[in-house]
């Protein structure tokens, strides 16, 4: 008799010590699919975090990389052969081609680390001394080699890794988890499924160019990195996933094989959410539910805040989300608060049952300067409840489009027009609700959409043959 098929995730900075989005996509991903075993692979930025998430009884382990640590090797073996290969690659890698990363993976034994050789061996010392001749001419060799340093200990960290043996091997981005996925299709030879929820790599780079501690050639290797490892996933994944089809257009733009790609959205929970009963208070109130973290842009928010206040003086707002991932973001968004005299009309909530605030809101409001697919629009809609959101990822097309509900990011005028816009006209918006319920059921019932992954799994879909499986 065949043993339940197991299915290894493998997840960067998320689950399960990260809450929302693709945390608590990759939970319910997890309970809605109990007829396969999980293993979960998260990459983490740093050693024991707490968990935020409680594993189902389907889940068989849990492994986590901490991706910035220096670890030593635990096996010695002829180096050379692997250096000269890893030279030419680069070579390659630098021309702007993408050549095969099969060798090499076949001569990486698990367990060790190119760390420390790539800085002893001939030849690894050689590149790295060239490469900063040749692109860091106006900065210091210390400068470029702290960057390096930096940035390939990482990549190191997870070649080194022994993957844990599945049958499927399913990364939720491109990155580092990717680059797992992809040696461990190569080296097991069992299937590799990608999904974006959003475009990896252009996430990192938006962060990059923002930032002023990264600077000159730093700036574009970590760029060229990002983008290098997004290319590696498309090569090796057997499937591409995305959420839209304006974010699988883009995927085919930056280089994936467009016969691999697919659109598989998000799903809620219809019956939970479709089934809140409506429980009007006295007064108007607007709730942003996410993370207090600057994608979700909470400034803008409390900023939209006092201009609607200005303009609807009934109303109430709420924060209604985890505080504690940036705890200085989450006092700076405090001190706004008070500085514009809020206090006794907006509300931090702090991690709390959605369903409990979608009874009673008028307006859900998203001021993200980056999404994907955003649920919380998803469950409003289910629920009843208008949305005014910033123009971003998928939001566009979940809101028809209709620029009465829609700002651009980082303006908070904009933002408290649309909103005016809902206060003044609401009765007459009954319509507009219903359509919205209606399409959600429609299109984003979540068992409809991870029984769509079972199938990959089991390689029951028609439109993928699962490889390796053992079938």
């Known amino acids: 008799m065949k043993s339940r098929l197991r299915v290894c995730l493998i997840v960067e900075g998320s689950y399960p010590y990260v809450t929302g989005g693709v945390g608590a996509w990759v939970h319910q991903l997890i309970q809605n699919l109990p007829g396969f075993d999980f293993l979960v692979f998260s990459i983490s930025p740093k050693a024991n975090q707490s968990l935020h998430y409680k594993f189902p009884e389907n889940v068989l382990g849990h492994k986590d990389v901490v991706i910035m640590e220096t670890r030593k090797s635990g096996r010695l073996f002829r180096r050379k052969k692997l250096f000269d290969e890893i030279r030419i690659m680069h070579e390659r890698f630098e021309s702007g081609d993408l050549p095969s990363i099969d060798t090499v993976a076949h001569m990486l034994p698990g367990g060790y680390f190119l760390h420390d050789d790539a800085v002893r061996n001939q030849t690894g010392w050689e590149m790295l001394t060239s490469g900063n001749q040749s ?125 691999k790609t697919m659109v598989i959205p998000n799903g809620i929970d219809i019956e939970s959410f479709s089934s809140i009963r409506k429980q009007k208070k006295p007064g ?15 400034k803008t928010y409390i900023i939209a ?44 909530t702090g991690k709390q049952r959605v369903a409990d605030y979608y009874s009673f809101l008028d307006i859900l409001m998203l ?39 829609l700002s651009p990011p980082k303006d908070p005028d904009q933002l408290a027009r649309k909103v005016k816009y809902i206060y003044d006209n609401y009765d007459g918006l009954s319509a ?12 984003y019932n979540r068992h409809n959409v991870f029984g769509r992954y079972g199938e990959l799994y089991a390689g029951n879909s028609p439109e993928y043959k699962i490889r390796g499986n053992g079938q």
Not at 308 to 334: H, M, R, S
Request: net charge neutral; hydrophobic share 40%.
């Open 135 to 259: 692109r860091n001419p106006a900065y210091p060799f210390s400068d470029y080699f702290w960057a390096w340093n930096s940035s390939h200990l990482m990549i190191f960290n997870i070649l080194g890794t022994e993957m844990p043996d599945a049958d499927v091997y399913h990364a939720i981005s491109t990155g580092y988890a990717g680059l797992a996925a992809s040696m461990a299709r190569i080296k097991k030879n069992r299937p590799f499924l990608l999904t974006e929820h959003g475009l990896y790599h252009k996430e990192r780079e938006m962060e990059i160019k923002r930032t002023r501690y990264v600077k000159g050639y730093q700036r574009d290797m970590w760029i060229g990195i990002y983008n290098t490892l997004s290319r590696i996933s498309y090569r090796y994944a057997d499937k591409i996933i995305s959420l839209f089809e304006a974010n699988r257009r883009k995927q085919v733009e930056l280089g994936a094989p467009q016969g």
């Open 367 to 405: 001021t993200s300067i980056r999404e994907a697919q955003p649920l919380v629009i998803l469950e409003a809609f289910c629920s009843g409840v208008l949305v005014v959101s910033t123009n971003v990822g998928n939001v566009p097309e979940l809101l028809n489009y209709d620029e009465r509900f």
């Open 305 to 348: 805040s006092k201009i609607i206040l200005d303009l609807i003086p009934e109303v109430n707002f709420y924060c209604i989300g985890p505080t504690d991932e940036d705890e200085a973001y989450f006092e700076e968004c405090k001190i706004l608060v008070d500085n514009l005299r809020l206090a006794e009309k907006f509300v931090f």
């Open 284 to 298: 108007f109130h607007i709730g942003l539910i996410g993370r207090v973290v600057p994608i979700k842009d909470i």
């Open 432 to 443: 507009r609700i219903a359509q919205n319920r209606n399409k959600v059921i429609k299109f």
